[in-house]
T-cell receptor
Framework: SAVISQKPSRDICQRGTSLTIQCQVD?????MFWYRQQPGQSLTLIAT?????????ESGFVIDKFPISRPNLTFSTLTVSNMSPEDSSIYLC??????????FGDGTRLSIL | KQEVTQIPAALSVPEGENLVLNCSFT??????LQWFRQDPGKGLTSLLL?????REQTSGRLNASLDKSSGRSTLYIAASQPGDSATYLC???????????FGSGTRLQVQP
């Protein structure tokens, strides 16, 4: 399966700042997704990262707060903007393999003070 | 909209027991269903993928079944070991979607 690298693995940020998370895949993939896992919760989809066009956001998530870039078929970024303590979560990217399975990066553990 | 439910929420068993984790989903028009494992503070590891045309899939001591008509999947773990202790997540896409909807997970603890 594809090897997915996420950076940073963790960060502690001040409220009001922004952080950009990178997701790099070692092969070209069509579908990339960004999920959030709040403390003690399961995963919730933030958006589908579309190559060459704007991301498709789920209800409750907006582009101004979570801008996403997908410049090519191996790379995507998620920015968490104007952070507040409620944004403290694990953020994970995933890719869809040819057999339809999804595989995840190790996640970015974000804490906001 | 797809909804995925997992029971039980938590399970503690002695080493060596066989166990079954349950998953139900509301939208049966799925093209696959996937089981994951998550260790504390870690990302997700894919365990098994079942295509909609399959009834079950096996990997080592793990066996997953899928019954689309009833909206259910089970993950069977044979001869459980302390190293199996983790949270197990079931996930399925909704109609016309590729992104996954996750259940809340079953937190498994296997006592030595």
């Amino acid at each position: 399966s594809a090897v997915i690298s996420q950076k940073p693995s963790r960060d502690i940020c001040q409220r009001g700042t922004s952080l950009t998370i990178q997701c790099q895949v070692d092969s070209q993939v069509t579908m990339m997704f960004w999920y959030r896992q709040q403390p003690g919760q399961s995963l919730t989809l933030i958006a589908t990262a579309n190559q060459g066009s704007e991301a498709t956001y789920e209800s409750g998530f907006v582009i101004d707060k979570f801008p996403i870039s997908r410049p090519n078929l191996t790379f995507s970024t998620l920015t968490v903007s104007n952070m507040s303590p409620e944004d403290s979560s694990i953020y994970l990217c995933s890719v869809e393999e040819r057999d339809g399975s999804q595989h995840f990066g190790d996640g970015t553990r974000l804490s906001i003070l | 909209k797809q909804e995925v439910t997992q029971i039980p929420a938590a399970l503690s068993v002695p080493e060596g027991e066989n166990l079954v984790l349950n998953c139900s989903f509301t939208d049966s028009a799925i093209y696959n269903l996937q089981w994951f494992r998550q260790d504390p503070g870690k990302g997700l590891t894919s365990l098994l993928l079942i295509q909609s045309s399959q009834r079950e899939q096996t990997s080592g001591r793990l066996n997953a079944s899928l019954d689309k008509s009833s909206g259910r999947s089970t993950l069977y773990i044979a001869a459980s070991q302390p190293g199996d202790s983790a949270t197990y997540l079931c996930a399925a896409p909704g109609t016309g979607r590729r992104a996954l909807t996750f259940g809340s997970g079953t937190r498994l603890q296997v006592q030595p």
